[in-house]
């Protein structure tokens, strides 16, 4: 079955950076794209980066520039360095396929911005 499994979140001050990773298995993860999605309490899950298999990204105004999705398809992983952190990314940051291969979502892992 899928299996998504999100790490790196943290405490971090305004300015800040952190890089999260994504392990991927159940599935041919070279042949699907890769999305990174941030949900804070009350609003509606985002998303925030893509990457297709192709290696083309893609992100909101809200993090370009600042954030930079990245796959390695030896590892089955994806990344997210986000650089620049403001108080308004704090949220969880899920991972997903592109298209989707599942409805479920995993754990996420927790960024928390602030001084």
């Known amino acids: 079955q899928v299996q998504l499994v999100e790490s790196g979140g943290g405490l971090v001050q305004p300015g800040g950076s952190l890089r999260l990773s994504c392990a991927a298995s159940?599935?041919?993860?070279?042949?699907?794209?890769m999305g990174w999605y941030r949900q804070a309490p009350g609003t509606q899950r985002e998303r925030v980066a893509l990457?297709?298999?192709?290696?083309?990204?893609n992100y909101p105004d809200s993090v370009k520039g600042r954030f930079t999705i990245s796959r390695d398809n030896a590892k089955n992983t994806v990344y997210l360095q986000m650089n620049s952190l403001k108080p308004d990314d704090t949220a969880v940051y899920y991972c997903?396929?592109?298209?989707?291969?599942?409805?479920?979502w995993g754990q996420g892992t927790q960024v928390t911005v602030s001084s």
């Open positions: 990457i297709t298999s192709g290696g083309n990204t």
């Open positions: 997903n396929t592109a298209p989707f291969l599942t409805p479920s």
């Open positions: 159940g599935f041919t993860f070279s042949s699907y794209g």
